[in-house]
Structure formats: C-alpha cells, structure tokens
C-alpha cells in the first residue's frame, strides 16, 4: 500500500501539506485562487485572467467574468488544472462544457489512507503528477519523459470506466477520505466524481482494482526516477 519512502518517524501533515493537497483538485473559488496568487502572477497571464474575472464578478460584470474565464479556456498549452480551475468556477457562474468534453478525464488523485497519515497521487493529462507520502514526502512532476507518461496516461485511461459509476460531487472539494477508506477521484470539465470504500474492497473490484494497481505503479516510477532529489522538480527531501 505505497509505503515507498520508509521513513522512521512519521510526523503530523502540515497544514502546508494539507492545502497541498486540497489544490490538486483544482476547486477554488475565484476569491481563494486568486488570494493565493503572488502579486506578480496576479499581473501575468493566465492568472491575471482569474485575477480579472474575480473583479468582474465582485462588481457584478458576470458576462465580463465568463469572457476572462473563457480566455483562458482559449489559451493553448497550459496546465491540466488551469483548465479545471476555469471550469469550476464557469460552472459557478452558470454555465457547462460541450457533452463532448465533458466528461473526459483531465485529472485523477487517488488516496489511500493509513492510522499515521495518508498517500495521495495526483496525475493529469498534460502528464504532471503529484505524490504526496505519509511520511511527509512530496514529489512534484513536470518533466518530460516517455516512461513516466506512459504509466501516466494508463492510470487515466483506467478512469474512464470508473467515472460511469462513480458518484458526481456539485460541492466544495470534500475534503480526506474517512479514516479507513481510499478514494478514487476523477478530474473533468464538469466536476469532481468519486468513488471510496476500504482499500481491500477496492483492489479487488473490477473497476477500483485497475486504477490502484496504475496509481502504484506510477508512484513508484517517480519515487524511483533518477530525477528526484536531483533537480528542482524532484522531492522536496
């Protein structure tokens, strides 16, 4: 079950790490995202779109705000989760995605918890990824490297069925599993579906099993890469 940096001790999670965390589903407001921003990102696009979207929607330019938000839609080339960001809060706003993309999988974080902590993997389909471990390891991932999309892109591919059945969430983020389950969670244009129950029943479903078997097979690649500890995108050791 993931026990992959076998540290000694096992420290609470931070409350850095526990905000880590809540952002890899890329559900913020406008007001948290944008609160969160430096004041030279808040100046930089595609940030300064949300940071301008915000305004709008604070003076009640609502039409302004989903045109900011639609910019960003219209940028080529940026992050899995700008996209998500985008979505979520042109949802807020009123509007949906094309059935056609609605429903395809940008992202999934699958956690697994444990009496001292809990593993959550992150991956997207620009091919980023996040690991944040038990222990207080964290791996950030935004290179390159066919192996590592490879393993990548089965771990989504494994959502698709899992998002048939999975149950749809119209609320703020919900938050760590309960004590005892492990989640799957899938990441697309019209929210947040997630499935959850006990890590032995899951493995042995025929739709949970394929996800976890993906999920720990790609935390191991990363933890493993020669990459980490060795430049900036690796584990913060």
Sequence with gaps: MWN????????????????LRARLFAM???ADLVQGLTEAARETPPWSLFASALGHRQDGKTSQAIADLQQVLATPELESRIYLWAWHNLRSLGLTPPPEQAHQVRGMVVEIPHPEGRDVLAAYADHHARYLDRSGGVIFWDAADEPIDRLIGALLETGGPVLQRAQAWDKPEPGP???????ISILTDAGL???QGPYWALSRD????PPLAAAERLAKALVNHPAICKTEIGRLC
């Design 206 to 209: 025929a739709l949970g099993g």
């Design 193 to 195: 579906h997630f499935g």
């Design 4 to 19: 992959l940096f076998r540290k000694k001790t096992i420290p609470p999670p931070s409350q850095a790490l526990l905000e």
């Design 28 to 30: 913020d407001d406008l």
């Design 177 to 183: 599993p309960p004590p005892g389950f492990t989640r």
